[in-house]
């Protein structure tokens, strides 16, 4: 199992699953005395932990090192070499909202090419990351909402998985100018955007695409990770991915029949028509007049 719950006072956890490697913890410890909790959590996994009142020292290694969260504070934790089990132990009177999310289902909801950032962050997969920061007021609403809502227990799901999407919504709203690395992995989902950009506009001005190294600056992307992530998405590099793509604009618009050869050799950047059926035969292995007349 990828979370394991293990030797813990009883009452004090409660988890809901929002979804397939998504799940929200809340710690209750409403006695007078410190309780401790296991919780196995495998590499997977990024971790949101939001301090909603009282004090939790978070031990690691065996009790040989100790973080401190306090009330109206978070702590994000992510390791992709290590499991990073939560061995916590909560003070009296002390409430934990925990968000524990796979990195697969984090990138998701950030964008459509979830499966392909492994590679942009070519230069971060391997690194570790810790982040504390004190919670927002706005936040602390939704953190207090989760920890007290008094709904129907038939929604409680649909409640917690929009009350958990809000606040990770909250937890990453920034101004446009803040630094970047506050959240190390939307990195990746910036450059994904260069990447989907840049093919927006080879494919707009594929008739005179500008070069590989003018469409590095125009993106603001390095060359090679344009090259390389271009080719990791759209599984080709920059111009193999174009000239597909102009083969089959070619094609359609012969097909309509509005168009001659030479029409639609111009439309999609060859100046000559030799040229321009050289290149449609490499891709179909017959001439756009021998294509066109098997239409009829």
Known sequence: ?????????????????????????????????????????????IQFHFGVKGAVTFNFNNGS?????????SLLLYNPQRDLPMNLEMKKDSW????????????????????????????????????????SPSMAVVLNQMMNYSLHQSIKLLYFKGKAYELLSLYFNRPEDADIEQCPFLV???????????????????????????????????????????????GEPVYAFLFDYKMEVARQLLATGSHNVNEVGLKVGYSTASHFIAAFKKKFGTTPKKYVTSLS
């Open 65 to 73: 090192y100790a973080l401190n969260l306090s009330e109206e504070n």
């Open 1 to 45: 199992m990828e979370i394991e719950l293990k030797n813990n006072a009883l009452g004090i956890l409660e988890e809901t699953q929002i979804e397939e490697g998504f799940y929200i913890l809340k710690f209750q410890n409403e006695t007078l005395e410190s309780q401790k909790v296991v919780r196995e959590i495998d590499s997977n996994f």
């Open 96 to 135: 934990l909202i925990t968000v524990l999310i796979s990195i697969k289902k984090f990138h998701s909801l950030f964008s459509k090419e979830a499966d392909y950032i492994p590679f942009l962050g070519e230069g971060n997969r391997d690194k570790k990351y810790y982040n504390d920061g004190s919670i």
């Open 188 to 234: 990746d989902e910036e450059n994904v955007l260069k990447i989907k950009k840049a093919k927006e506009i080879i494919i707009a001005r594929m008739a005179e695409p500008p070069t590989l190294q003018e469409l590095s600056k125009e993106i603001g992307l390095p060359l090679k990770k344009l090259k390389d992530g271009f080719k990791q998405i759209y």
